[in-house]
T-cell receptor, first 114, second 110 residues
Framework: GAGVSQSPRYKVAKRGQDVALRCDPI?????LFWYQQALGQGPEFLTY????????KSGLPSDRFFAERPEGSVSTLKIQRTQQEDSAVYLC????????????FGPGTRLTVL | GQNIDQPTEMTATEGAIVQINCTYQ??????LFWYQQHAGEAPTFLSY????GLEEKGRFSSFLSRSKGYSYLLLKELQMKDSASYLC???????????FGAGTRLFVKA
């Protein structure tokens, strides 16, 4: 596609539910990031993939958060047993992998946990 | 530790020039980015600096001093549509992990 797409755009979950957020990166982009952005804050790094390999997951806030990219393209961020503090916008970004290139961000998924 | 500081808010007048500062202390450095983010939208790339000095791109310029851990974004001939948050971000070495500041909300008034 022309850009990074994410689905759903909005998700409301009851506390304790599991959610799955999807990211379709730009075709050919080997690198993919997930970020969490709270209201009025900058994006916070969660995890990074190069192709299907998850090279850095140091930003995942707890073991309830899990990300995968099994075929090196589409990625899914899963949050188990959601808590109210998980409410945020989850941004996905992709880039070609060269040291210069900027990341292209998707529109984000706004997650609200009630 | 990782720390990126930028002012929370700034106000400027249409047609004027504004400078948004960013200071950083990070464990590694492999380039500094500036992104623009309108409310409710995704960040979009503005500039990238990896060497000291000034990079100019149209109405936007970005400066970097690695020894001082300092950068600024300069916006000239401000327009109302420039009202947005401006995010300073540092890419770590040894990978592509990128740390973002909290952003500076710029309000452009007529």
């Amino acid at each position: 596609g022309a850009g990074v797409s994410q689905s759903p755009r909005y998700k409301v979950a009851k506390r304790g539910q599991d959610v799955a957020l999807r990211c379709d990166p730009i075709s050919g982009h080997v690198s993919l990031f997930w970020y969490q952005q709270a209201l009025g804050q900058g994006p916070e790094f969660l995890t990074y993939f190069q192709n299907e390999a998850q090279l850095d997951k140091s930003g995942l806030p707890s073991d309830r958060f899990f990300a995968e990219r099994p075929e090196g393209s589409v990625s899914t961020l899963k949050i188990q047993r959601t808590q109210q503090e998980d409410s945020a916008v989850y941004l996905c970004a992709s880039f070609t992998g060269s040291s210069y290139n900027e990341q292209f961000f998707g529109p984000g998924t706004r997650l609200t946990v009630l | 530790g990782q720390n990126i500081d930028q002012p929370t808010e700034m106000t400027a007048t249409e047609g004027a020039i504004v400078q948004i500062n960013c200071t950083y202390q990070t464990s590694g450095f492999n380039g500094l980015f500036w992104y623009q983010q309108h409310a409710g939208e995704a960040p979009t790339f503005l500039s990238y600096n990896v060497l000291d000095g000034l990079e100019e791109k149209g109405r936007f310029s970005s400066f970097l001093s690695r020894s001082k851990g300092y950068s600024y974004l300069l916006l000239k001939e401000l327009q109302m549509k420039d009202s947005a948050s401006y995010l300073c971000a540092v890419r770590d070495t040894g990978g592509f992990k990128t740390i973002f500041g909290a952003g500076t909300r710029l309000f452009v008034k007529a």
